[in-house]
């Protein structure tokens, strides 16, 4: 059996963190669904910026948008939707199989509205509302200033993937902003079965560390941190306030595992898949790192729900000078920094295929 079915078996749903109209058209992410056991997948500026610029397969759509006088975002979002549309139908038998639990795709709304609580709001709903799928995730980081957003939007019915995280309290304050919304749909009589993911980044806490951290503590900081924020989010499910919102039909929102494909090239391959197994949670992966847990993985014990030795293992980073908390923050403000980066980049991506397509 492979390890992709062991983890699935497990009850971890693996989803993929990549999307190209290529993995479309060549029936590779159906392969994926059917052989790898993968149930939903992830989008980010960054897949979409490389899928454009590294192929020709968005060539004849760009040129037609073009004639209709789109461009810029509005182009992208066409371009975006269109893929998402497609891998949204491909994964809603899942979708209907498991009553919304699973079979997910995720679109990003653009990161230059992140201080604008009004103006994300607004972009969630349309976007939500064009894709015309209810198995399409909005993404709003959890940074501080969108969290409003989060909860807004999950009081509008928009299912939401929150974005973003890498400490226990970003990752709670996430959680919360859900909940309320959730709370406020069952206040005013409105349906509380609005779908969520909470992404909490790994494999970032690492990199950020390697130079600082003593050689015994390599590439565990991220998982001690993960660890710390399962125990939470069982907690958090275990809570009387949240069963009260179980009870009146809500479901929970569930925790997904970001950044796992292992970004040094001395550790094993599937680190963060391995060793991130767990129940009704989420691990979406690179395609190599999917391409190996399915070739040559091997999947870890069940995650400990009292959280393990992280707290002991954190400790050791501590007494090595490495400020847990500040570093959570600096690491949440670079990921928004790096996702305006990243959208500039994606927009400047379509500026110049657009102008090289009709210069042709």
Request: aromatic share 8%; proline share 4%; with cysteine.
């Amino acid at each position: 059996m492979k390890a992709t079915q062991k983890l699935h078996e497990m009850g971890q749903s693996l989803w993929l963190d990549n999307i190209t109209r290529g993995l479309l058209t060549s029936g590779t992410l159906r392969r994926y669904i059917q052989e790898f056991s993968v149930t939903g997948l992830t989008s980010n500026p960054t897949i979409f910026d490389h899928a454009i610029k590294n192929s020709h397969d968005y060539d004849d759509a760009i040129r037609q948008k073009l004639q209709e006088g789109k461009s810029g975002e509005a182009l992208f979002f066409e371009l975006a939707l269109e893929d998402l549309r497609q891998a949204a139908d491909l994964f809603r038998p899942i979708h209907d199989l498991t009553n919304g639990v699973d079979g997910w795709v995720s679109l990003e709304v653009s990161p230059l509205l992140a201080h604008d609580t009004s103006a994300t709001l607004a972009a969630a709903k349309a976007l939500h509302a064009r894709a015309g799928r209810p198995n399409l995730f909005i993404k709003i980081p959890g940074t501080k200033e969108g969290l409003p957003a989060i909860e807004e939007a999950i009081f509008a019915g928009v299912p939401i993937n929150v974005t973003l995280l890498f400490s226990r309290a970003q990752y709670v304050a996430a959680a919360e902003a859900y909940l309320r919304g959730i709370e406020r749909r069952i206040t005013a009589g409105l349906n509380p079965d609005v779908g969520s993911v909470a992404s909490v980044f790994v494999s970032r806490w690492d990199v950020a560390v390697v130079d600082k951290a003593p050689e015994a503590l390599r590439n565990q900081l991220g998982i001690a941190v993960a660890s710390r924020i399962y125990k939470a989010y069982l907690d958090l499910l275990s809570n009387p306030r949240w069963q009260r919102a179980y009870n009146a039909g809500a479901r929970p929102q569930r925790l997904l595992w970001a950044s796992t494909g292992t970004k040094d090239p001395k550790a094993c391959d599937t680190l963060y898949i391995k060793t991130l197994a767990a129940p009704f949670t989420v691990n979406t992966m690179p395609e190599g790192t999917l391409e190996a847990l399915a070739d040559h993985g091997e999947i870890g014990p069940v995650m400990a729900a009292d959280g393990g030795d992280c707290e002991k293992v954190l400790d050791q980073f501590a007494s090595a000078g490495i400020d847990i908390d500040a570093l959570g923050t600096q690491l949440q403000e670079e990921g928004a920094g790096s996702f305006v980066k990243s959208w500039n980049d994606l927009l400047e991506c379509i500026a110049s295929k657009s102008k090289a397509l009709k210069a042709a």
